[in-house]
């Protein structure tokens, strides 16, 4: 299993699009595929449909080790190779928990390894802040997507996720790579990108060299409609706007190859 973290540090950079449409589209293309709701916030869970009953397993029982693996694991209506581990509110409480563990950034990855054989990918949404839910994804991930808006607030999301990864790098803490840095609502009128938005692409290209820099998503209500209608944009005649899933599926394709499976 490839285990994926979508993560940037700043609300509102299209972490939670990122991980839904690229879970749809991958589990559609015939990747079993596992997403796992790592936001208190759980708009993942949320888009899914998941109405889950109060004492449901989600991913806070998942890493306390209450219930089995198999037990937080949600399969996702009208999609065979799509599964879930739910997040809700309560979700928070595991920061305590996490810190005190002392183990905190290898915990997730430890969870995972018994399920790890049944998955083709695992995508993680991250949680915006630099929380130990966030120390924890990163240290269960074997590659990193940065989704971050085409403005200046997304650039400085995109520095500070690339920090916190090489502080975390740097004590051994994950071994994830940075696998692309995914521009989201990249404005343009016309045939002209604004100039925000250009500055910011530029700024980005800086940071990680340009074969990193994936195709833009450009601001578009489609997007929305997609995640709203419980559709996908091909489904919705729109099949051009998920060309940077496209990109990153090839990528993903080439990285689940490499990977050697679990001894
Ligand atoms: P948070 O940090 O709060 O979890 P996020 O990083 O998960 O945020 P999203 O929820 O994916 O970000 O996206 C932020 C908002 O942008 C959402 O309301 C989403 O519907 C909207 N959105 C998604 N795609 C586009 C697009 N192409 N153009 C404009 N808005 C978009
Ligand atoms: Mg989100």
Request: net charge negative; charged share 25%.
């Amino acid at each position: 299993m490839l285990t994926i973290a979508i993560a940037s540090l700043s609300g509102g950079q299209g972490k939670t699009t990122t991980s839904l449409m690229l879970g749809r589209l991958l589990s559609r293309q015939g990747y079993p595929t596992l997403l796992i709701d790592a936001d208190p916030q759980h708009n993942l869970t949320t888009y899914l449909d998941l109405e889950l009953q109060v004492n449901q397993p989600t991913l806070l029982e998942f890493l306390k080790k209450s219930v089995s693996a198999e037990d937080s694991i949600y399969p996702s209506e009208g999609n065979d190779n799509l599964f879930l581990i739910p997040a809700d509110d309560q979700l928070d409480t595991v920061q305590d928990y996490l810190s005190n563990s002392g183990v905190g950034a290898t915990l997730l990855k430890r969870r995972l390894d018994p399920v790890a054989d049944a998955f083709k990918v695992c995508i993680i949404d991250a949680p915006p802040q630099r929380s130990q839910i966030c120390l924890t994804v990163l240290g269960a991930a074997d590659a990193l997507i940065i989704p971050a808006e085409a403005s200046v607030k997304g650039y400085g999301s995109l520095v500070r996720t690339l920090d916190l990864l090489r502080t975390l790098q740097d004590i051994g803490a994950t071994d994830a790579q940075v696998m692309g840095v995914l521009p989201f609502r990249d404005r343009w009128i016309g045939n002209t990108q604004t100039h925000e938005s250009r500055a910011a692409v530029d700024g980005m290209r800086d940071e990680v060299g340009k074969e990193l820099i994936l195709p833009s998503i450009r601001e578009s209500e489609r997007y929305k409609q997609a995640i709203n209608r419980r559709s996908t944009l091909s489904d919705m005649g729109y099949p051009e706007l998920e060309y940077p899933f496209e990109v990153l599926i090839n990528k993903i394709d080439k990285l689940t190859k490499k990977k050697k499976p679990k001894s």
